[in-house]
């Protein structure tokens, strides 16, 4: 059979056929889990010359492993990078990026609203290398431009964020990074390549926490950045192969596996979000909806110039606070009380007191997770299920 030209493939296709399709050498449609430490060499030259990077090939699975390089190649794909490289988690991908660009005394400018963990990261372990993170509300752009001097490595961006949905101008954003010659980082986990794409509106790098839509079903933790070849290779060659954070061939299989489906993922977590964001807005005992496919989110208007869909994740303030939160919580039945985000399964957390107990009740007030602030991670059951659910749940709150 004679090979489709991929860089003609659109999207969907991609997604099934992008991490190379059928294995060559047995046939399999699926591809093999290459579940094995090390690769032999075919003599002593053939191994000095991989070592010296004048042949390709596998050495050792720290460095690379087939099925890793499947998915790490479908991403970059996806995103419309040169290249990508996985990860064993979200944060693994986050903290080996940020000790790629930056140095003891340098700092970078990063979003105010970001995951509980990126946030730890930045203000509480990077300060012990003394590297600064200049949290600033990036949907504001003279915020980033006042941060920035001449020790700023790079401007690090969560849009939509987590938990508030908050939305940053990525193309505003990539030209001031662009105007100080420093890289525009994306945590694109909330939209996925499928509703967004970071790299075409500017970036110059994408993460994405896998464990999340690329993996889609609950079962893996995984991290990926994807960027410019050099970048990826010094990634690679210096800060996973000498700190070790790497994917199992077994996971980056299943992350290969779900992309397969991604597409129609997407499209039914957001339509299920927004009936349910469309429901829970005017509910008498609701006092606000964070999403960004409804007009009334502030910035909508941006959403939906660089958006193509705004995803699954919903957010809300209920009236009567934490208490009122905490019964919504105890009452509810087929979303599962969790944290997490992006499965197929419906999740219900309590930012403040889980996923962004991180922040101090001062940072918490500044960005906006209230005591009262519930997210959503809309999964796949039937809408009217998951609806039914959130009325009875709110139904048992006396207020
Ligand atoms: N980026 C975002 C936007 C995230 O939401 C998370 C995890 C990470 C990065 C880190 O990825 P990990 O290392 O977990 O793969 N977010 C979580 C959440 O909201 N609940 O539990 C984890």
New binding site residues.
Partial sequence: MSKFDLKKAHFATLCIHGSGGVDQSTGALSIPIYQSSTFAFKNAKHGADIFSGEQEGYVYTRIGNPTQSAFEKEMAFLEGGEAALAFG????A?SSTIFSLCRSGDNFVSSNT?????HSLFVDTLPRLEIEAREVDTTNLSEIEEAIDEKTRCLYI?TPA??TLMISDLAACAKIARKHKIPLIV?N??STPYFQRPLELGADIV?H????YIGGHGDT???VAIGGKEFIDDLRGNFLRDLGGIISPLNAWLLVRGLKTLPVRMEQHQRNALKIAKFLQFHPKVDYVWYPGLASHPQHEIGKQQMSGYGGMVSFEIKGGRKAGEKLMNSIKIFTLA???GDVDSLI?HPASM?HSTYSSEELVKVGITDGLVRLSVGLEDVHDLIDDLSQALKAIKI
């Fill in positions: 988690s979200g944060m693994a986050i970001l995951y509980g963990g990126t969560e987590n938990p945590d986990t909330f993460i926490s896998a464990t999340k933790v995984a991290g944290v997490s985000l957390e996923t």
